[in-house]
């Protein structure tokens, strides 16, 4: 993508998406549970794989004869396949760049959506930018992204990045701006080779993470690591007749640090659950945000639950709050992951009215897996 959660607001996911009533587990049986789009599949194996770069930035005011560098550029599903995500580590002159995407298909309106998220911005994840301004195309061929940008003077632009002559052992690269229906100009091109798996170097070993905000380094070295997951759900709420069911976390920062990664499995009695959420610092807030992705909606990742939620770390527990509609009234779902040690941690979800009492929803127990 271009230079330039809440989190885990029901780890279950069982919430669905904001705006639409809990659905009660008994609903959905696990061979009718929503699949992949065969767009994002399509999309995943023509670019799933670790990718060796060799950028060529074209000549500009600030590198009169150019530049050339190198990257390491990593394609892979999310869990269950509804997301994809794009690792991506650039070395430039004075900053290197750390870039996270993640896109996925919109079943209500028939399209790919995205979000960035890297180190040169100071919100971290381009949420906004997310909504309104990113187009993208694949035609199983050429990937496309058009992004509209808008200057603090007003001036727009537009971004346009294109992924061509595919093939399993390389891609070529290539982005260009200009003004909206002019001329565009080429600002790099990149060559990319395909590697063996794991002979990249992982971006957040090779960073240490050091770059990132100190809150979201404390919360990540709290919960990184893979956890095997036991769920107790209350009668009542997600699940009328209560129940047990078992499941998998992992917790791992993206590239450079600078977002902190949840993904999960949840077998529950009568549904199947992958979901991802993201966690990241905003420095124009100075407050943690998050955003959740998974298979219950139209879309697999929803902007409601970056809107609606707040998150806190304060160095030993993890609390976020999200606000929703149902039926009518204004609900909150409340999540605390407590007693967290090196090799457990206990998850508690709670739902209600707003301003009113809570009922336990879920109760999940962590173990680090060896």
């Known amino acids: 993508m271009k230079n330039v959660s809440s989190a885990a607001l029901l780890s279950l996911a069982l919430l669905v998406v904001c705006g639409a009533p809990i659905t009660p587990l008994k609903a959905q049986s696990l061979t009718s549970a929503p699949q992949p789009s065969p767009e994002i599949a399509s999309l995943a194996k023509a670019l799933t794989g670790e990718w060796s770069l060799s950028v060529k930035f074209e000549p500009s005011a600030s590198a009169p004869n150019g530049l050339t560098n190198k990257g390491e550029e990593t394609w892979r599903r999310g869990p269950g396949g509804f997301t994809l995500l794009e690792e991506e580590h650039l070395r430039m002159p004075e900053n290197g760049l750390f870039l996270l995407g993640i896109l996925w298909w919109n079943t209500a309106t028939n399209n790919l959506r995205a979000m960035e998220c890297q180190n040169l911005l100071r919100y971290t994840c381009d949420v906004k930018g997310a909504q309104n301004d990113i187009t993208m195309n694949w035609d199983g061929k050429q990937f ?109 920062t993206g590239p450079g640090g600078y977002v ?74 409340h999540e605390v992951w407590s007693g967290i040690t090196a090799t457990s941690f206990t998850q508690i979800g709670e739902m209600g009215e707003v301003g009113g009492p809570l009922k336990r929803a879920v109760t999940i127990h962590g173990t680090k897996a060896r």
């Open 260 to 333: 902190l990664m949840e993904e999960e499995h949840v077998r529950a009695p009568s549904e199947e659950t992958f979901l991802i959420a993201f966690h990241w610092w905003d420095k124009t807030t100075n407050s943690l945000r998050g955003m959740l992705c998974n298979n219950s909606g139209p879309a697999a990742c929803d902007f409601n639950t970056y809107s609606n939620s707040s998150l806190n770390w304060d160095g030993k527990q993890l609390t976020i709050d999200m606000e929703f509609p149902q039926n009518g009234k204004k609900m909150i779902w």
């Open 144 to 252: 496309v992204i058009d992004e509209m940008e808008t200057a603090k003077s007003g001036k727009k632009s537009v971004w346009h990045e294109v992924w061509s002559d595919i093939t399993p052992h390389s891609f070529t690269q290539t982005g260009e701006y200009g003004e909206p229906g002019g001329p565009r100009k080429r600002l790099f091109t990149i060559h990319a080779t395909r590697v063996a798996n794991s002979q990249i170097k992982n971006d957040q070993s090779q960073s240490n993470d050091a770059g990132s905000a100190p809150e979201l380094q404390s919360l990540a070295m709290a919960l990184k690591g893979n956890w095997s997951t036991t769920y107790e759900f209350a009668p009542g709420g997600i699940s009328p007749t209560g129940g047990t069911g078992t499941g998998e976390e992992n917790w791992r």
